[in-house]
């Protein structure tokens, strides 16, 4: 591995912890809801996709040369993702099974026929397409780790076999995924189609490090003003409803790479800081574990203890669940994500 860009992974940490503010949305009235900026940072899940086309570029370009070592490559991908995948579908099934003996159930009763069918689809990293059916995951933010695997099949084959055209085989599939999203009206694809939006903000990911690898910058200066433009273009498209236009953020999450990697401003430093650097490291088990925690918090605090639905009691459920997501995230990170992948490599070797 090459050497790490440290502020990237802080942003990693800040956006999953986002992402954990946007789905504690069981009161959508909720001023902790009800803003443009927390509704709209589903579009995180794609600086995710756009940084992880940027990492797997920058870490493997020049490597793939032979099936055998697209073979290899896969295999890394899946001990990275398959043990906490694993891990959270399990935990869900048990905790949905348990719910529907419950009072205070949501639904009537699924069954573990539908939970395990729901889990096949997306152990098989199948939970981004159509081919199994479109389903919503029991966890149901694991969608987007299908369309990464997706796009890492995708990433090995063009590298294997089209190395001399492999750039503009990218900006085909860029373009292709790009058109498919306006044919269907909708940006926010998922649990149906949702690989194909991977597919563009990783192949955006592939170029943004061609841009870092051909040159050199000093962006220091635009640190703020890009975070600034972020936070306006997020206002801009949820104020006039535009849907489709939500497929420049791709873009300019990539450009938001190419300012973080070529800074040292005072954010840079922050995002380098020991505390957002863990929650970088441990981002992933945050992005699994936090639909978990966030439903049984509230079913905690405004079913079980009967808490009064109120401002105050809804700023405690979203720090509280933020708080016991890390904390559970440190958990699996060690115990799962290490330890199984490590059990799960020799299984593989």
């Not at 529907?100 to 689809?121: H, I, Q, W």
């Not at 055209?165 to 044919?183: E, H, M, N, P, Q």
């Not at 997020?234 to 990539?254: D, Q, S």
């Not at 009691?313 to 330890?339: N, P, Q």
Request: proline share 3%.
């Amino acid at each position: 591995m090459r050497d790490r860009v440290e502020q990237l992974d802080g942003l990693r940490g800040i956006f999953s912890i986002l992402v954990i503010a946007h789905h504690h949305n069981a009161f959508k009235e909720s001023v902790f809801y009800n803003n443009f900026f927390v509704i709209n940072s589903s579009l995180f899940v794609d600086f995710f996709f756009v940084l992880s086309g940027f990492v797997i570029a920058r870490n493997y370009l020049g490597r793939i040369n032979t099936p055998h070592d697209f073979g290899i490559f896969l295999k890394k991908r899946f001990i990275r993702l398959f043990p906490l995948l694993f891990y959270t579908e399990v935990i869900f099934i048990i905790a949905s099974l348990i719910g529907e003996s419950s009072p205070m159930k949501n639904v009537g009763e699924l069954g573990l026929r539908y939970y395990a069918y729901t889990a096949f689809d997306t152990l098989t990293f199948m939970g981004s397409t159509p081919v199994f059916g479109s389903w919503v995951s029991n966890n149901y933010p694991a969608w987007s780790i299908s369309s990464e695997m997706v796009s890492y099949a995708v990433f090995g084959l063009v590298i294997l076999l089209l190395p001399k055209i492999k750039y503009a085989s990218f900006a085909v599939i860029a373009l292709l995924s790009g058109l498919f999203i306006i044919s269907r009206g909708e940006y926010l694809l998922a649990y149906d189609y949702g690989f194909v939006r991977g597919l563009l903000c990783f192949s955006l990911g592939i170029f943004t490090n061609l841009v870092l690898n051909k040159r050199a910058f000093s962006l220091s200066a635009y640190e703020i003003p890009f975070l600034l433009f972020l936070i306006a273009a997020m206002y801009v498209v949820h104020h006039w409803g535009l849907n489709l236009w939500k497929l420049v953020f791709p873009f300019i999450f990539a450009i938001g790479i190419i300012i973080f990697a070529s800074s040292r401003g005072i954010v840079t430093q922050m995002l380098k800081s020991e505390a957002f650097q863990y929650l970088g490291k441990i981002s992933y088990s945050i992005y699994l574990n936090h639909a978990i925690v966030l439903i049984l918090v509230n079913v905690i605090l405004f079913r079980a203890l009967k808490s009064p639905v109120n401002e105050g009691m809804i700023a405690i459920s979203l720090v509280t669940s933020i708080s016991l997501t890390i904390l559970y995230s440190h958990f699996t990170y060690e115990f799962i994500e290490k330890r199984a992948g490590k059990v799960l490599k020799k299984m593989l070797e």
